[in-house]
C-alpha cells in the first residue's frame, strides 16, 4: 500500500490494516493471540482512565481561597475598588470584580462585611469604610511592621473619635497615732486622661495595569505600599511626635523635664552603664509598676552596644542583646529615632536618644474602621513636584486611618539626650 493511501486512513482503517498484516505475517491463530495479550494488558489502564474521569465530574468546583498572608485580604478588596471605580463601577462594583478574578469566597465575605459596615455609618467624599475585620487584617501587618505596636503598647477602640481615661492623681495617706489622738484625713484625687483622633493619611498611586489583571503579586505591592507609609509615619510620631499640627505626642514629649537626663559627654563602657542605669532609676524611683519595661533605641546605638568591650576585651552586652534584651528588658530599634541631633550645643549635629519606659502604662486609642478612597483623576505631590494621575496612567489610592497615642502616667517614660554613641567611639 502507498503512503499517500496510508496517510489518508482513519485511526479504524489503519488498525485493520496492521491486524491484515500481522495474520499475513504470523498466522491468524498467532495474531488473535498477540491482539488478545494487549487488551488484557491495556484493560487496567483504561478502567483508571474512565474512574479518573467519573472523579472529577463528580468533584464540585472549589472556589477561590482568600489569602492567608497578613494584609492581603484587604489589599485585594482595595485593589478590587480601585479597578471597579476605574472601569466605571463604583465601590458597589468591587464585589462583581472580585468574582471576576475568581475571589469567590472573599467577594461573599466582603460584601457581608461592607453592608455590616455601611449600617453604622456611610462613606463619604466618594470613599468607603473598610469593614473592621478587614481593617484588623490590615493592622495586624501594620503592627509586626512597627517598633512601638511590637512592644506591647495597648490598644483601645476609639469609635467616637475621643476616650476619656479616669486615673489617680494622688493617693491617700495613712498615718500612725497615739492613744486618743484624732486621725489626720486625707483623700485620693483623680484626673482624666484624654485621647483624641489624630488623622494619618496616605496616598499612594497604582499603575493601572495592576487594576486591570488579577495577581497576587500586585496585592502585595498594595499592601506593602500601604502599610510601610503608614507605618513609618505612625511609628515616629508615637516616639517623637510633638502633639501640633495634628499629629500625637510621643514619647518624647510625654516625659517629665526631671525624665529626660543627658548623656555624659565622655563615652566610655562606664559611662554608658550608669547613664543606661539612671533611666531605670527614674522609672523605679516613680513606683512605676513596670509591667512591660522596654527600650527603644537608634540602630547605631544597638551596634555601639553590642561591641563595647571591657579592658579585658570581652563583649559586655552582645550575648545578651542576641537574645532581644538589654538588663534584662526587651528592647527595640528602630530608624524614627533620630541620630542628627544636637541637645549638647556641641554643634555636631550627630546626638541620639534612647527612650526606657513601661509600655503597659501606655496607649494606644485607635478608630474602628479605616477610609479608603480610589481616584483616577487626582494629584499628588511625589516629593519633588505634582504628578497627575490620569496622564500617568494611575489610580491614586488613599487611605485614613484615626488614632491618638498617650501615656497614662508621664512619670513611666525616661530619656537619655545627646548619645552620640557609635561603633568605634570609645
Given amino acids: 500500500m502507498s503512503d499517500e493511501k496510508k496517510?489518508?486512513?482513519?485511526?479504524?482503517?489503519?488498525?485493520?490494516?496492521?491486524?491484515?498484516?500481522?495474520r499475513t505475517f504470523v498466522g491468524s491463530e498467532l495474531a488473535e493471540t498477540i491482539k488478545r495479550n494487549i487488551e488484557e494488558s491495556v484493560a487496567p489502564l483504561k478502567q483508571q482512565v474512565t474512574d479518573w474521569g467519573a472523579k472529577l465530574r463528580e468533584q464540585p468546583k472549589q472556589r477561590a481561597a482568600v489569602p492567608q498572608e497578613p494584609g492581603l485580604a484587604l489589599a485585594t478588596c482595595v485593589r478590587a475598588t480601585a479597578a471597579a471605580k476605574f472601569n466605571g463601577a463604583g465601590p458597589e462594583g468591587a464585589v462583581e470584580?472580585?468574582?471576576?478574578?475568581?475571589?469567590?469566597?472573599?467577594?461573599?465575605?466582603?460584601?457581608?462585611?461592607?453592608?455590616k459596615s455601611l449600617q453604622a455609618g456611610d462613606a463619604t467624599a466618594g470613599g468607603f469604610l473598610v469593614p473592621e475585620?478587614?481593617?484588623?487584617?490590615?493592622?495586624a501587618y501594620l503592627r509586626s511592621a512597627t517598633v512601638m505596636r511590637k512592644l506591647g503598647v495597648p490598644t483601645l477602640p476609639m469609635s467616637s473619635g475621643t476616650i476619656k481615661l479616669g486615673k489617680g492623681t494622688a493617693g491617700a495617706t495613712a498615718y500612725y497615732v497615739g492613744e486618743s489622738t484624732n486621725a489626720v484625713k486625707s483623700?485620693?484625687?483623680?484626673?482624666?486622661?484624654t485621647l483624641t483622633f489624630k488623622k494619618l493619611i496616605c496616598l499612594t498611586p497604582i499603575s493601572n495595569d495592576l487594576l486591570r489583571y488579577a495577581s497576587p503579586g500586585a496585592d502585595t505591592i498594595v499592601r506593602n505600599d500601604l502599610t510601610l507609609a503608614m507605618a513609618v509615619k505612625e511609628d515616629s510620631a508615637f516616639i517623637r511626635?510633638?502633639?501640633?499640627?495634628?499629629?500625637?505626642?510621643?514619647?518624647?514629649?510625654?516625659?517629665p523635664g526631671a525624665n529626660r537626663i543627658q548623656a555624659n559627654g565622655t563615652v566610655s563602657l562606664q559611662n554608658a552603664s550608669t547613664d543606661l542605669g539612671k533611666l531605670m532609676q527614674q522609672l523605679h524611683a516613680a513606683d512605676v509598676p513596670m509591667l512591660k519595661p522596654c527600650w527603644v533605641m537608634a540602630p547605631?546605638?544597638?551596634?555601639?552596644?553590642?561591641?563595647?568591650?571591657?579592658?579585658?576585651?570581652?563583649?559586655?552586652?552582645?550575648?545578651e542583646m542576641a537574645g532581644g534584651t538589654l538588663w534584662g528588658y526587651p528592647y527595640a530599634i528602630t530608624t524614627g529615632v533620630p541620630t542628627n541631633l544636637d541637645v549638647s550645643g556641641a554643634g555636631t549635629n550627630d546626638e541620639s536618644e534612647i527612650y526606657f519606659f513601661d509600655a503597659a502604662q501606655a496607649v494606644i486609642g485607635e478608630a474602628a474602621s479605616m477610609v479608603v478612597d480610589a481616584s483616577q483623576e487626582a494629584a499628588y505631590y511625589d516629593g519633588a513636584s505634582v504628578q497627575a494621575a490620569f496622564s500617568r496612567d494611575e489610580t491614586v489610592v488613599r487611605a485614613i486611618a484615626e488614632h491618638d497615642f498617650a501615656m497614662r502616667y508621664d512619670a513611666a517614660i525616661a530619656v537619655l539626650t545627646a548619645v552620640d554613641w557609635a561603633p568605634g567611639s570609645v
Fill in 241 to 255: 511626635g510633638n502633639g501640633t499640627d495634628g499629629s500625637p505626642r510621643g514619647l518624647y514629649y510625654w516625659a
Fill in 7 to 22: 496517510q489518508g486512513m482513519t485511526r479504524t482503517e489503519l488498525a485493520e490494516f496492521v491486524s491484515s498484516q500481522i
Fill in 187 to 193: 483623700q485620693m484625687a483623680t484626673g482624666q486622661l
Fill in 133 to 139: 475585620e478587614f481593617s484588623t487584617d490590615f493592622i
Fill in 300 to 319: 547605631r546605638t544597638k551596634n555601639f552596644l553590642i561591641t563595647i568591650q571591657n579592658t579585658n576585651g570581652a563583649f559586655v552586652f552582645k550575648d
Fill in 97 to 115: 470584580t472580585l468574582r471576576r478574578w475568581g475571589h469567590v469566597d472573599l467577594a461573599d465575605k466582603w460584601a457581608e462585611a461592607r453592608q
